[in-house]
């Protein structure tokens, strides 16, 4: 695909009017969920000795649903994340060629804000962060730019299945590629004092930030160690392809005339998917006692059928019952979707670390998942607020300025065009 590279063209983000609502729900509901998977670690749950998580009131209920997390919360909502990314580089693609502008010039400088806001999300607030990989990854997309609708398919589906190879080397071999990264890892943690003992209560037991950096500093080793042993950039760069099949071929814009086939979708996910997500959320919660090359079969099989099963029944609710006010409540958060994501970590800082309120270490996952549902919910609400007034999120403002070099009016009732700065 050509683009002219005409200099008084204008180049800009998608308007309120070119939005695709459906789109926006499923953002809206991956939040939802990646908070709900996020919670644990940020409330310091995950991180407790055995004991430790025992000796808590709730013990017996936490592991209920620490179970049903794996079974229909663990790795579906960063799939579908992952899936409406690439749907979004082939909306800037398409965007671009009908303004007559550089998209691939403009999707990189995207890409390269995005890292940005990434290193220093993942530097500053949380070590969990997805966006330094989403970034570095997504500039890997226009290579796949001329392929053709099969040949996506091909290379995304091999994509997803390759770590199974992966895995089953690592087992059998006994070959380690991130065992260099676990020693940087705890080369930082004896140099702040960070040890096994107090790995789980360092961060509630933090007077200032400063110590709140330290562990974060580890942490991010500890991020690369668990893309590295979770295959996730084979993962996440095939999900991205699949997105970019749907968006290129404009999957979301006939959901009517699509419906046989999300239906099928949908059906085939959660009859196949359920019953094997079932299986995996075992083998999680036992520690993978198959071994790590069949436990990496289970999440093929079960993860990421329940997860476009979710999609699909997500988008034929849209399709079907367009005038529920539901539908507002996850749309919304889903327009800010990176403003929500930074959110969330502020909101874990605040509530779980010793800088904040200090809650962390000491409620059980009961509460947490709670607590994640209460932030979303506090982010819906928040999400619908700012945008009754206003044309963007406060960071999605300052990535679309940044990414086209322009100022964009932010109120709905000021000046929507942009000027150049």
Same mark, same amino acid.
């Given at each position: 695909?050509?683009?002219?590279?005409?200099? @008084?063209?204008?180049?800009?983000?998608?308007?309120?009017?070119?939005?695709?609502?459906?789109?926006?729900?499923?953002?809206?509901? $991956?939040?939802?969920?990646?908070?709900?998977? @996020?919670?644990?670690?940020?409330?310091?749950?995950?991180? /407790?000795?055995?004991?430790?998580?025992?000796?808590?009131?709730?013990?017996?209920?936490?592991?209920?649903?620490?179970?049903? &997390?794996?079974?229909?919360?663990?790795?579906?909502?960063y799939t579908i994340f992952s899936l409406l990314f690439g749907v979004g580089f082939s909306i800037i693609l398409? @965007?671009?060629?009908?303004?007559?502008?550089?998209?691939?010039?403009?999707?990189?400088?995207?890409?390269?804000?995005?890292?940005?806001?990434?290193?220093?999300?993942?530097?500053?607030?949380? !070590?969990?962060?997805?966006?330094?990989?989403?970034?570095?990854?997504?500039?890997?997309?226009?290579?796949?730019?001329?392929?053709? @609708?099969?040949?996506?398919?091909?290379?995304?589906?091999?994509?997803?299945?390759?770590?199974?190879?992966?895995?089953?080397?690592?087992?059998?071999?006994?070959? !380690?590629?991130? $065992?260099? *990264?676990?020693?940087?890892?705890?080369?930082?943690?004896?140099?702040?004092?960070?040890?096994?003992?107090?790995? $789980?209560?360092?961060?509630?037991?933090?007077?200032?930030?400063?110590?709140?950096?330290? *562990?974060?500093?580890?942490?991010?080793?500890?991020?690369?160690?668990?893309?590295?042993?979770?295959?996730?950039?084979?993962?996440?760069?095939?999900?991205?392809?699949?997105?970019?099949?749907?968006?290129?071929?404009?999957?979301?814009?006939?959901?009517?005339?699509?419906?046989?086939?999300?239906?099928?979708?949908?059906?085939?996910?959660?009859?196949?998917?359920?019953?094997?997500?079932?299986?995996?959320?075992?083998?999680?919660?036992?520690?993978?006692?198959?071994?790590?090359?069949?436990?990496?079969?289970?999440?093929?099989?079960?993860?990421?059928?329940?997860?476009?099963?979710?999609?699909?029944?997500? !988008?034929?609710?849209?399709?079907?019952?367009?005038?529920?006010?539901?539908?507002?409540?996850?749309?919304?958060?889903?327009?800010?979707?990176?403003?929500?994501?930074?959110? &969330?970590?502020?909101?874990?800082?605040?509530?779980?670390?010793?800088?904040? /309120?200090?809650?962390?270490?000491?409620?059980?996952?009961?509460?947490?998942?709670?607590?994640?549902?209460?932030?979303?919910?506090?982010? !819906?609400?928040?999400?619908?607020?700012?945008?009754?007034?206003?044309?963007?999120?406060?960071?999605?403002?300052?990535?679309?300025?940044?990414?086209?070099?322009?100022?964009?009016g932010l109120l709905k009732n000021g000046a929507d065009g942009a000027t150049d700065r």
């Amino acid at each position: 695909m050509a683009f002219a590279s005409v200099e @008084n063209r204008v180049a800009g983000p998608v308007g309120p009017s070119e939005r695709s609502v459906v789109l926006d729900v499923l953002r809206g509901l $991956a939040l939802l969920g990646i908070a709900l998977a @996020n919670f644990p670690e940020f409330s310091l749950y995950s991180f /407790l000795p055995p004991e430790a998580a025992e000796a808590l009131p709730t013990a017996g209920f936490d592991r209920v649903v620490r179970y049903l &997390q794996y079974l229909f919360v663990d790795g579906k909502f960063y799939t579908i994340f992952s899936l409406l990314f690439g749907v979004g580089f082939s909306i800037i693609l398409a @965007n671009a060629a009908r303004r007559g502008v550089d998209g691939f010039r403009i999707f990189y400088r995207r890409m390269a804000v995005l890292l940005l806001i990434g290193l220093l999300h993942l530097m500053f607030l949380w !070590s969990g962060d997805i966006l330094v990989l989403y970034a570095l990854l997504g500039m890997l997309l226009p290579l796949f730019r001329n392929v053709s @609708n099969r040949g996506l398919l091909i290379w995304a589906f091999g994509l997803l299945s390759l770590p199974l190879a992966v895995d089953f080397f690592v087992e059998y071999s006994g070959f !380690s590629p991130s $065992a260099p *990264f676990v020693e940087l890892q705890w080369r930082c943690c004896d140099r702040y004092g960070i040890t096994e003992s107090n790995f $789980a209560f360092w961060l509630r037991d933090a007077t200032h930030y400063g110590q709140t950096f330290e *562990f974060l500093i580890q942490g991010a080793w500890v991020r690369v160690q668990e893309f590295i042993d979770g295959n996730r950039y084979f993962r996440v760069m095939g999900l991205f392809l699949l997105g970019f099949y749907i968006g290129r071929n404009r999957l979301y814009a006939d959901l009517a005339g699509r419906r046989r086939e999300l239906e099928r979708l949908a059906r085939l996910g959660f009859v196949f998917g359920l019953p094997l997500s079932c299986l995996y959320a075992w083998s999680a919660l036992h520690g993978r006692p198959w071994g790590t090359g069949l436990h990496s079969v289970l999440y093929l099989v079960s993860v990421f059928p329940l997860g476009f099963a979710y999609v699909a029944g997500a !988008s034929l609710c849209c399709m079907r019952h367009p005038q529920w006010k539901i539908f507002r409540s996850f749309a919304a958060p889903g327009r800010m979707a990176l403003t929500n994501y930074i959110g &969330q970590s502020v909101f874990g800082m605040g509530l779980f670390y010793g800088i904040g /309120l200090g809650f962390g270490a000491e409620v059980g996952l009961v509460w947490v998942v709670l607590i994640a549902a209460g932030v979303w919910i506090v982010q !819906s609400l928040f999400s619908r607020l700012w945008l009754a007034c206003c044309r963007f999120g406060p960071l999605e403002w300052l990535w679309r300025m940044l990414t086209y070099g322009k100022v964009f009016g932010l109120l709905k009732n000021g000046a929507d065009g942009a000027t150049d700065r």
